[in-house]
């Protein structure tokens, strides 16, 4: 009972310190966007880094990041993340090194003044609309001929079950598999305790973390659904062997 009053407390708290520290980087974030691309999602990035790096000590949150070396200079993936809460995104759009753009529901593009910054990182899509889906494949296309990564989450949605990781939907293994570029694994722990989907007005400050995998080749694959099945069971070892 106590547990979940504070919890209650920290999440008024929390919206604060997010919506407080946006404020700061809301200008610079939209005027980015006045050198085109990829240089303004490049100083996107950089300023979201300075807002997380306000963000996540205001909340009582604490980051652990590995992995990086696994992203070679001149080269850039498609990473996939497990999808545990809506703080997944804060944690990995900025902890990727180098410029990225992550997939992401056009509903979320509405909220006043944070759908400004949403827009500026995102590949927008409709899953309701099919034109809105080819679209948002070009241009997912498009973001990786550019020379920055494509974030993607193959689970679709959320993870509300009680197993480490949901069925893959094909889009991110099409993707690479037509690209040809690497995917490389992102393990995402701690957020779906510290905002559980099953709890409204609920946060619980600790830790969280992202591990950045191997790269995956698909070129070593015969077609998208090896290396879909490859990429989900190499996630799924090392989600049920290491803790956060």
Known sequence: MI????????AIWTAFAFAGSMLIFLFPIWAAGIFGEPISTAWMIRFSRMWMALYFPLSFINVKITGKENFKK????????????FMDVPLSS??????????????????????????????????????????SYQKM?????????????PEGT???????????????FRLSYETGKKIIPAIIRGTKEMLPTNKTLYFWPGKISMQFLEPIDPKNFND????????YQVMLKEMTHHCV
């Open 3 to 10: 547990k979940n009053i504070l919890a209650r407390i920290l």
């Open 74 to 85: 001149g080269e850039n993936y498609i990473v996939v993340c497990n999808h545990n809460s």
């Open 141 to 153: 296309k498009d973001v990786l001929n550019m020379g920055m990564h494509m974030c993607i989450y």
């Open 224 to 231: 998208l659904y090896e290396l879909k099945e490859h990429v």
């Open 94 to 135: 900025p902890g990727i090194p180098g410029p990225n753009k992550t997939i992401a529901k056009v509903e979320m593009s509405r909220i006043p003044l944070f759908g400004i910054i949403y827009k500026r990182g995102s590949v927008l899509i409709n899953r309701k609309d099919e034109q809105s889906r080819k679209e």
């Open 158 to 172: 959320r993870n509300k079950t009680d197993d480490p990781l949901k069925s893959f939907h094909d889009g991110a």
